[in-house]
């Protein structure tokens, strides 16, 4: 096996942590979990007329009804405001979302428009349902427990503090 040493600065401090065979393949293998059902899933969303990006900002909004800025999302997406933004307005052309100024605080939130909303409960589910069928419901829950923890630990290496109140 493999192994590699890298020295990594987290928080002011510096790290040493031993990369080897086993980790990237484990990398390799979620990736390409990932990418299969993200692929299954653009081909049903396709059916709605609704890409990836647009669900996920969707899946946001109608869990945190109050809204979010562009920058929250982008933090909670982890992608960057640009893109987001680009998102965003394409979303507002089509109607699913739109931008209200808050007057306590002056910043502009998005939020799912009714069409958002409609879109996002004709959402297909059909492929994550096959897919996820090949675990039992213990599996499910240990899975998304270690994913939970992975997704912990990477964003608070990210330095992506930002935490939205629906967070799974």
Request: no cysteine; aromatic share 8%; glycine share 4%.
């Amino acid at each position: 096996m493999t192994e590699k040493k890298k020295a990594i600065k987290t928080g002011g401090e510096e790290k040493v942590f031993k990369i080897d065979d086993r980790t990237r393949n484990l990398f390799v293998l979620f990736d390409q979990t990932r990418d299969t059902l993200i692929h299954a899933v653009e081909l049903e969303l396709k059916q709605s007329k609704m890409n990836y990006p647009q669900a996920r900002v969707l899946f946001i909004l109608t869990r945190d009804t109050s809204g979010m800025t562009q920058v929250q999302m982008a933090k909670w997406l982890a992608r960057n405001l640009n893109s987001v933004s680009t998102l965003i307005n394409k979303m507002v052309k089509k109607g699913l979302v739109k931008k209200i100024r808050n007057k306590e605080d002056g910043k502009i939130y998005v939020v799912a428009t009714e069409k958002g909303v409609e879109y996002w409960n004709h959402v297909p589910e059909q492929a994550l349902q096959l897919a996820f069928s090949a675990m039992t419901e213990e599996e499910k829950e240990q899975l998304r427990a270690l994913l939970k923890k992975l997704r912990a630990e990477v964003r608070n290496l990210l330095g992506l503090d930002y935490k939205p109140p629906f967070m799974p």
